[in-house]
């Protein structure tokens, strides 16, 4: 079993910055891909960023290429999501996840992942 606890959402005005933080219960940290995904109102969850077990790979969605990076501290079992030049569209509840890594699928997906974080809030004023 993963714990997840997200923290660092809040309120900022567009263009801003932000960084969530996520830690991780266990010995294991490194053994799981990490992923930030975030559902705004009336929307389905969707991925934002996704990291490998040994942060040797990234990913992230192609809204937020350029603004926003996923990076670990597997030392610290903490993963983090830097987000600049932040957009009213960026609102969104946004959740970490954990999976494990070794197992087929595709890690741009939800249902890819076995553990979830409970979510923080981010939002975002024009």
């Known amino acids: 079993q993963v714990q997840l606890i997200e923290s660092g959402g809040g309120l900022m005005q567009a263009g801003g910055s932000l960084r969530l933080s996520c830690a991780a219960s266990?010995?294991?940290?490194?053994?799981?891909?990490m992923g930030w995904f975030r559902q705004g109102p009336g929307k389905e969850r969707e991925f934002v960023a996704a990291i490998t077990g040994d942060g040797g790979s990234t990913n992230s969605a192609n809204s937020v290429k350029g603004r926003f990076t996923i990076t670990r501290d597997n030392a610290e079992n903490t993963l983090y999501l830097q987000m600049n030049s932040l957009k009213p569209e960026d609102t969104a509840v946004y959740y970490c996840?954990?999976?494990?890594?070794?197992?087929?699928?595709?890690?741009?997906?939800?249902?890819?992942?076995?553990?979830w974080g409970q979510g923080t809030q981010v939002t975002v004023s024009s």
């Open positions: 266990g010995r294991t940290f490194s053994s799981y891909v």
């Open positions: 996840a954990a999976g494990w890594g070794q197992k087929p699928g595709i890690i741009t997906t939800a249902q890819w992942y076995d553990y």
